[in-house]
């Protein structure tokens, strides 16, 4: 009997032995980074205007020096490699991600500029194209976009390597950090944002990827909606307009001026672009509730923007960017008069998302992708044809359905970015066509799949001057940091009602920002008279009253204020500051 087992053990290891370099070779995968100099022909930027200049950028300084005579320049790269895969970012120029290639092409999936051009297009001045840039802030492009950001490499336990970026924005006083990862396993990137508001009052709160790509190739926009809106809000039909003319080709946008398209309505987590005459596409993925928001801009196909194809590269030609956001447009001062309101950055709060990035090989075009592949479907006469550009080892199932019901099925088995390709021969209507591979991947043909109510155009008798509308007009010019046009609209609001407790609760905290603290405490006691339980009111006298060195006030209004869930972290924050203040540490751990 022992010598039964022992043979049957031998006979187990000569089947597993031919396995062992392959396993092992997989569980050592590891992706890499390192860091190096390289000389890039750059139109560098002037010193900055040394006048200082009080207004919407301040702190910050312009530079207004531009040239058209270039220089060779030696600019930090960090380079993030697997085997699929190359992502180089650049963490002297705002840490902006330059660009990834697809290895087994050569192909760039994100616009790769040859040439550090800067050109007056951000906010404080100098930009280039290309790569994917982060904005956090008030507006874009943000004042780091240009400049050096802080950074460390890292190599991490689980194969993966990393570069995390970061910088603190002066405008709102709110730092963040972008890690972008190559895991050693897959064949995407990801990028993961950590924005944290360390101040204790609420900031703008504007938080776009800025991503460039080759306006080439019969360009595609795989764009999932039933309608764009502009910065305004303005509100069309999408991908088809009102003329007929289908948007989601580059192309077809021949038309105009430049382009900004929002687009919204229906319900996905994904995006992409697909380039017909390559044969090659990206997609980028999250989950909607991370990222809403999903935009096209496009210079122009006329001189007029044409001619910022010599302006911002010498030889890489035209791009656009696809852009991702944390709201569904980056709204205008125009867009307060639609539902598409701005926003603010609860005080204290942070915030974290992830989105992944990667190619599309050899599918013949795009309609959906997701972290396991980007993945297109196309119908002929008595067959469907399905193509999956795999990210990952792939060992599931696909199904194609007629509505619920399953017509064909069939494994799926994969290494990443070798495409994969199978033909139904079935005969589904568009409309009724669904395919899905496994639960993490799914199209579905049908017109209103994913459609959505939600709407896109504010009441046209909504009355602005009333006193609601009034204190509505002095948040948004609030979370602009317009604060001279919120001050005028909440006083007129106060004029009307002078008991509106949301006014009087936001005009005690521009009175607190202007360093009024006797006035900001007689506002918010105002409108404690009238709610003694609002959380912004006790919040904002809570904050008075501890300038004041009225302290019992002051834990008063916090301790009110942190039985409100939006306002709870803040509030023990200044508890525990005050707390502090006062030596007892116990309490403070506490709070």
Request: with cysteine.
């Amino acid at each position: 009997m022992p010598r039964r087992l022992r043979l049957s053990a031998l006979a187990v290891l000569a089947v597993l032995l031919p396995l062992l370099p392959a396993r092992a070779g997989a569980e050592t995968a590891r992706a890499t980074v390192r860091e190096y100099r390289k000389v890039f022909r750059t139109y560098p930027f002037s010193d900055p205007d040394p006048v200082p200049n009080p207004g919407r950028i301040y702190p910050y300084f312009r530079f207004d020096g531009f040239t058209d005579r270039p220089v060779d320049q030696e600019w930090t790269v960090v380079e993030l490699e697997n085997r699929w895969i190359r992502v180089t970012v650049m963490p002297e120029i705002g840490g902006k991600v330059w660009t990834a290639v697809e290895k087994s092409t050569g192909k760039p999936f994100l616009y790769g500029n040859s040439v550090v051009k800067f050109r007056d297009i951000a906010m404080r001045g100098p930009w280039t194209s290309g790569g994917i840039e982060a904005n956090y802030g008030i507006i874009g492009h943000t004042p780091n976009c240009a400049t050096p950001v802080d950074y460390v490499l890292r190599e991490n336990p689980d194969g993966s390597a990393s570069v995390v970026i970061g910088v603190l924005d002066l405008l709102t006083r709110t730092p963040w950090r972008l890690e972008v990862k190559v895991p050693p396993d897959k064949a995407y990137f990801t990028t993961t944002s950590l924005w944290h508001n360390q101040t204790p009052l609420e900031q703008p709160y504007y938080t776009w990827m800025n991503a460039g790509y080759k306006a080439a190739g019969n360009l595609q926009f795989v764009y999932p909606g039933t309608h764009e809106i502009g910065h305004g809000g303005e509100v069309g039909p999408w991908p088809i307009d009102e003329k007929g003319r289908d948007l989601s080709y580059y192309e077809r946008n021949d038309f105009g001026g430049p382009k900004s398209y929002h687009v919204l309505g229906r319900e996905s987590d994904f995006w992409g672009a697909f380039w017909h005459d390559d044969d090659f596409g990206m997609g980028r993925f999250s989950p909607r509730d991370e990222k809403l928001g999903k935009k096209i801009w496009i210079w122009g196909l006329s001189r007029q923007g044409m001619i910022w194809e010599k302006l911002l590269t010498d030889t890489d030609g035209q791009y656009v960017e696809l852009q991702s956001g944390r709201s569904f447009n980056q709204a205008a001062e125009e867009s307060t008069r639609t539902p598409f309101k701005h926003r603010g950055f609860v005080p204290y709060g942070t915030d974290t998302w992830t989105e992944h990035w990667f190619p599309v090989v050899g599918t013949k075009g795009l309609v959906t992708g997701s972290p396991l592949g980007g993945l297109n479907v196309a119908l002929r006469e008595g067959a469907v044809d399905v193509s999956l550009s795999p990210l990952e080892a792939v060992d599931d199932t696909l199904q194609v359905l007629d509505g619920d019901k399953v017509v064909f099925e069939a494994p799926v088995q994969a290494m990443p970015l070798e495409t994969w390709t199978k033909t139904a021969p079935v005969s589904v209507p568009k409309e009724r066509l669904r395919v899905r591979v496994g639960h993490r991947l799914e199209w579905s043909g049908a017109p209103d799949a994913g459609a959505l109510s939600r709407p896109l155009e504010s009441p046209a008798d909504f009355d602005w001057s009333s006193v609601y509308g009034l204190w509505l007009s002095g948040k948004e010019h609030l979370r602009q940091r317009a604060y001279g046009p919120a001050r005028e609209a909440l006083e007129a609001c106060l004029k009307k009602d002078p008991h509106y407790v949301p006014a009087l609760g936001d005009l005690a905290l521009l009175r607190y920002r202007a360093m009024d603290y006797p006035g900001a405490f007689d506002l918010a006691r105002r409108a404690l008279a009238v709610d003694t339980y609002d959380p912004l009111s006790n919040y904002a006298y809570g904050l008075a009253a501890a300038r004041l060195g009225r302290t019992a006030d002051a834990r008063d209004g916090f301790e009110l204020a942190a039985q409100s869930v939006e306002l709870r972290s803040a509030a023990w924050t200044e508890l525990a500051r005050l707390a502090i203040r006062g030596g007892d540490f116990e309490r403070a751990a506490f709070d």
